[in-house]
């Protein structure tokens, strides 16, 4: 099993948990993400400027494209790195629009039992209160 660094009060951690519940369901690919063979790992799905890997997550943004790497929970624009609050920042609408595509699927209260029945680890259990309140911030 794969171990990572979680910054204590990141919303991403919870987050890449909902997306891996999401691609073993095959939610990824039914929204319409393409699903093709990673080098290492697992999948990489895509769709439009976002592509998603259980090491982390890339989106294409004018500037080039911006990484965020779970294990190190940093994001880099090319080598430089950005600052973890303007990289959640960046990230945030094409995370929330899945997020909410999933709500329109199966309803508001769905990540909610996802957590009770699933038990996630306990890092993520942590990150649940700070994802919650990133979601809350994009809805309104």
């Known amino acids: 099993m ?3 660094h979680v910054v204590r009060g990141c919303p991403l951690a919870a987050q890449f948990w909902f997306l891996g519940v999401d691609a073993r369901q095959g ?8 699903k093709a063979p990673a080098a290492q790992g ?3 799905y895509t769709l439009d400027r976002l ?17 965020f790497g779970r294990r190190t929970q940093t994001f880099t624009l090319g080598d430089t790195p950005v600052p973890l609050a303007l ?13 909410q595509w999933v709500q329109g699927r ?29 979601q809350r911030l994009g809805s309104g």
């Open 27 to 34: 939610d990824l690919s039914l929204r319409g993400f393409r």
């Open 106 to 134: 199966y309803g508001p209260a769905y990540r909610a039992s996802l957590v009770e029945t699933l038990r996630p680890p306990r890092p993520v259990r942590a990150a649940l209160p700070a994802w919650r309140e990133w």
């Open 2 to 4: 794969a171990r990572f």
């Open 51 to 67: 592509s998603l890997h259980s090491a982390g997550l890339t989106l294409l943004t004018p500037s080039g494209p911006l990484h």
């Open 42 to 44: 697992s999948s990489l």
């Open 87 to 99: 990289g959640r920042w960046q990230v945030r609408a094409a995370l929330q629009a899945h997020e």
